[in-house]
C-alpha cells in the first residue's frame, strides 16, 4: 500500500507539498499540484481520513436529528441533505428519532466539536435550554421546518399552506369543510400541522363561513389513524363535502376511506393534502407542495457556511409553496 513518502518521491516533491495539495492548499502551484495528482493516480494512492482530519483539525462529518425518517417527507428532505454535501469531503450521520427520550439524548449528545462539524435538525424546535447549550459546544446548527430565534432556519409558511388549500375549496363552493390533521400539543412539539390548521380556520372566517367543531379530527400522523378519522367524519349527520389534509400520507387515508364507501372522489367528495411528496402525482392528488428536497439542500449549505465562515446574525430562509391541482378537488355536488 503506497504511503504518502512514496507519492512524494514519484512526483519529486517533499511530503509537506503532498499534504498541501491533499488538503487544496493555494500555496501549490498548478504544476505542482498535477504532478502529485499523476502520482497519487499512478500509485493508487487513498489519503488517510483520520490524518487529514487531524491537520484540518475538524472531524469532516455532519450529523443529522430527524424523527421517523422513513416517513416520505423526511426522506425527501435528507436526499436533499446528501446531494449537497456529495461534492463535499463530508461524511454524514442521520440519528433517527421516535421517542422524546431519544430525542433529548440525541440533543446533549450529539452537538460535541470532537465528533461532529456541524449539525442540521429536521422538524424537532429546540427549547432556549437547548440552543444555550448548542452554543456553548460551539457546534454550528441548522433548522430546517423547525424554528428558533436564536438558529439559522429553513422553513415554508405552513399558516399561509392551510389558508391556500382551504380557499381553493371555498372558491370551488365548497361550504362544508373538514380538517384532518395531527394533534396538537404533541410530544414533540411539532408545528406544522397546527399552523396549517390555523391557516384553515383563516380561510373560513375571511369567506364568513363557520368553523364548525365537529369538522375538525386530529391524532397521531399516519394513514391508518387518518382513516378512523375520516370513517369518523364521513358518518356525521352533516359530512364534508371537502377535506382539508395536514399531509399527503393523511389524505393517502381519506381517499381509501372514500373507496371503501364507494364515495366518488372528487364528485360528491374533494380531498386535498400537502407536501407533495412522489405518490401525489401517482395518485392525482391535489397537494400543496413545498420543497421539501430544497430545504434539506439549503439547509445543508447553509451549516456548510457557518462551518466555513463562522455563525452571524440567524437568518429565516423562507422557501415558497405552491398549489398544485390535479383530480381530487371538484365543486361540490348540486
Known sequence: MATISDVARRAGVGVGTVSRVINNSPLVSDATR?????????????????ARRLSLGRTLTLAVIVPFFTRPSFVERLRGVEAAIAETEYDLIVHNV????KRNVYFRSVPRPERVDGLLIISLSPSDEDVARFHRAGVPTVLVDARHPRLPRV???????????????????????????????????????????????NALEEAGLP????????GEHGRDVARELTHRLLSLPEPPTAIV??????????????????IPVPESLSVIGYDDIEIAEYLHLTTIRQPLFDSGWRGTHLLLRAIENGEGEPSCDLL????????TTAPPAE
Open 34 to 50: 498535477q504532478k502529485v495528482l499523476k502520482a497519487m493516480e499512478e500509485l493508487d494512492y487513498v489519503p488517510n481520513p483520520f
Open 98 to 101: 421516535e421517542t422524546v427520550a
Open 155 to 201: 422553513v415554508v409558511d405552513d399558516v399561509a399552506g392551510g389558508r391556500t388549500a382551504t380557499r381553493h375549496l371555498i372558491d370551488l363552493g365548497h361550504h362544508r369543510i373538514a380538517f384532518l390533521g395531527d394533534q396538537y400539543p404533541n410530544p414533540f412539539s411539532f408545528t406544522s400541522s397546527h399552523e396549517r390548521y390555523a391557516g384553515y380556520r
Open 211 to 218: 368553523v364548525r367543531p365537529e369538522y375538525t379530527a386530529t
Open 245 to 262: 389534509a395536514a399531509s399527503d400520507t393523511q389524505a393517502l387515508g381519506v381517499l381509501e376511506v372514500a373507496q371503501e364507501r364507494g
Open 320 to 327: 415558497p409553496i405552491e398549489l398544485v391541482v390535479r383530480a
